[in-house]
Nanobody
Framework: QSLLVESGGGLVQPGGSLRLSCAVS????????IGWFRQAPGKVREGVSC????????HYADSVKGRFTISIDNAKNTIYLQMNNLKPEDTAKYYC???????????????????WGQGTQVTVSS
């Protein structure tokens, strides 16, 4: 059984919006930080956003600040990434990942995340 399953990707025009979902099973959101990462072909994996389990404090990469919002639905054990004003450079496969919980999170070191979903493709193009 997959611990993290992403959905919500697709094709959108520049300036459009998408909401990605990360359904989490077995793991509990109050004990795990959840991060969103993305990887475009030929590029390194890039941290996008994360949310800390103990404080609820979010973190955003500079490239998405003001455009993306991470949120939690504890009842559904699901993390969302609302993406607005999408740009062609946001095109990538997006992954959610989990690491042991704390009051602070970061996406600088993707290898510190232990569990990964299979990803969902986001394409921003006219």
């Amino acid at each position: 059984q997959s611990l993290l399953v992403e959905s919500g990707g697709g094709l959108v025009q520049p300036g459009g919006s998408l909401r990605l979902s990360c359904a989490v099973s077995t793991l509990t959101l109050d004990r795990n930080n959840i991060g969103w990462f993305r990887q475009a072909p030929g590029k390194v994996r890039e941290g996008v956003s994360c949310i800390a389990s103990e404080s609820g404090r979010p973190h955003y990469a500079d490239s998405v600040k003001g455009r993306f919002t991470i949120s939690i639905d504890n009842a559904k054990n699901t993390i969302y990434l609302q993406m607005n004003n999408l740009k062609p450079e946001d095109t990538a496969k997006y992954y959610c990942a989990a690491q042991r919980g704390s009051d602070y999170c970061s996406t600088e070191k993707f290898y510190e995340y232990d569990y990964w979903g299979q990803g969902t493709q986001v394409t921003v193009s006219s």
